[in-house]
DNA sequence: CTACGGCATAGAGATTTGTCAATATGAAAA
DNA sequence: TTTTCATATTGACAAATCTCTATGCCGTAG
């Protein structure tokens, strides 16, 4: 079932998730570490490496280690294909 | 647990179902009545039935019943709005 | 009134998702 | 080396999701 958004609904999908949006609004203001980011949410550590999973793999988070942190932060390109495609329903 | 973005997730989970992001995407070409849409699939009235009804209680599509028919369109407003969103996550 | 056509709802079942506790990995500190 | 710290993975489970068949509802056409 190859459909034509498969790539844009996994990317939707990764937004679906009240948690996983808040983090993405969190990286607005720039990279932060995995444990930064987990003080601010009620949930377990892997939960948290949960979600930032599924935020990276689908492009919309990008992951940079350094030494035994992650540091994440917003991939703006791949945000934006996706706003751009938001942004051809309304027109 | 009530989240900020409570509402916006639910609209991201709608669009995050390939056959829905299509549907919307046949949409773009103005209003369009359930039997028509469900031609363009293989999924049977009832399955489509429930997807239509997800997409017009987030508030993406509106539904306009005409007699025996249903006429569906997207919800201009409500896209923009959701795209504005998408946008501040990439800048 | 009866029959039909378009759509919605109910119930069931298989799959996916979100969460946790427990454990593993891997780098840095002691 | 041993310990500690940050993160990832595994396995389990409840809840949500998507799909179907069967059926109900309601306009409209005979």
Same mark, same amino acid.
Request: aromatic share 8%; proline share 1%.
């Given at each position: &079932? +190859? ?9 939707? $999908?990764?937004?679906?998730?009240? /948690?996983?949006?808040?983090? *993405?609004? &969190? ?5 932060? @570490?995995? @444990? $930064?980011?987990?003080? !601010? ?5 892997? /939960?948290?490496?949960? #979600?930032? $999973?599924?935020?990276?793999? @689908?492009?919309? *988070? @990008? ?6 942190? *992650? #540091?994440?932060?917003? !991939?703006? +390109? !791949? ?13």
């Amino acid at each position: &079932m +190859e459909s034509k958004f498969s790539e844009e609904a996994r990317q939707f $999908k990764a937004l679906s998730d009240e /948690t996983r949006l808040a983090i *993405v609004d &969190m990286l607005r203001s720039g990279e932060l @570490c995995a @444990c $930064k980011i987990l003080e !601010n949410f009620q949930i377990t550590q892997p /939960t948290l490496s949960y #979600h930032m $999973k599924i935020l990276t793999d @689908c492009g919309l *988070v @990008c992951g940079r280690r350094d030494g035994a942190w *992650v #540091h994440y932060s917003l !991939n703006g +390109e !791949n945000l934006k294909a996706l706003g751009d495609l938001l942004a051809g329903f309304s027109r």
